[in-house]
């Protein structure tokens, strides 16, 4: 979403048009004015008011962009009296999302600073920094980092390189909240040389299900495969759609963002996140 819940006339989504994709082609080349959808409600904890902090950085990469501009946009709306940083990467020109709206809001609010990066700006007429986002970069544009909380949104590697680089800058990892656009690929090893016996076992409580768990499977993974119906959407650990409750056993998770400390007490994990760290798992599914 891109909207601001400031503006509640409508909702603004944006969608990149993937040429292999099903959701954005069908989006983009089908729908008409007056073609009405059924969606679900948004979910997941990827929300910022500006209540507790003094500032926010996001982050983002390409199309990442967008929820990004729901935060800019109700921060500015409501004169937010706090820092906001924008660092947004993307190939070129063509591909900056919003470039002129943010432009204006940046000159309307003192307290919004806006950094973008191109990485195929060779050939065009942008003069501003090149390349992707880095550790020097991010330094120079947001003072003190390790002590802000930062929003990241972009495409999975993009991601994966800027936790580890915020990291190296000194920001907590519980600091740093992110937003995926879709699921991560299924892992698969390149040579299964574990035997069968060597697996996990997952008991679902409910179904009355109980399948092997492998080490590099999710517990939603083993749902899926047992035909056992966890509800689920981003399988990315951000939506919390996938939420279960772990009766025994432990389990470890890449991603936890959809989950707050109430849940974690109550021992509530991401199905679609959580791979075994015992010999026997159960799951109230």
Not at 167 to 188: I, W
Request: proline fraction near 5%; glycine fraction near 8%.
């Amino acid at each position: 979403i891109a909207s601001s819940p400031t503006r509640q006339e409508y909702v603004e989504i944006s969608v990149k048009r993937e040429e292999h994709g099903v959701v954005s082609r069908a989006l983009h080349d089908t729908l008409a004015d007056g073609d009405e959808l059924t969606l679900s409600a948004p979910s997941g904890t990827f929300t910022f008011t500006g209540e507790g902090e003094e500032s926010i950085v996001l982050v983002s990469g390409g199309v990442g962009i967008t929820p990004m501009m729901s935060v800019i946009r109700y921060l500015t709306d409501r004169a937010w009296a706090g820092h906001i940083y924008l660092l947004h990467c993307c190939r070129t020109t063509d591909d900056f999302c919003f470039r002129y709206e943010l432009e204006y809001l940046q000159l309307k609010h003192s307290r919004l600073n806006i950094t973008a990066t191109m990485t195929r700006a060779r050939g065009s007429t942008w003069v501003g920094p090149t390349g992707r986002l880095s550790a020097g970069l991010i330094r120079e544009c947001v003072p003190d980092i390790a002590s802000k909380l930062v929003h990241l949104c972009g495409p999975p590697p993009m991601m994966e390189a800027i936790k580890g680089t915020l990291c190296k800058l000194g920001v907590p990892s519980e600091r740093v909240k992110t937003e995926a656009f879709g699921p991560a690929k299924r892992a698969v090893p390149a040579a299964d040389t574990a035997t069968q016996a060597s697996y996990s076992t997952v008991r679902f409580t409910v179904s009355g299900k109980t399948v092997p768990l492998p080490p590099t499977s999710t517990v939603l993974e083993a749902a899926d495969d047992a035909g056992v119906d966890i509800d689920n959407f981003c399988r990315a650990g951000t939506c919390g759609s996938c939420r279960v409750k772990l009766l025994k056993g432990e389990v470890t998770m890449d991603v936890e963002d959809a989950l707050d400390d109430a849940d974690r007490q109550a021992g509530v994990i991401l199905a679609c996140q959580a791979k075994s760290k015992s010999d026997k798992l159960e799951v109230e599914a």
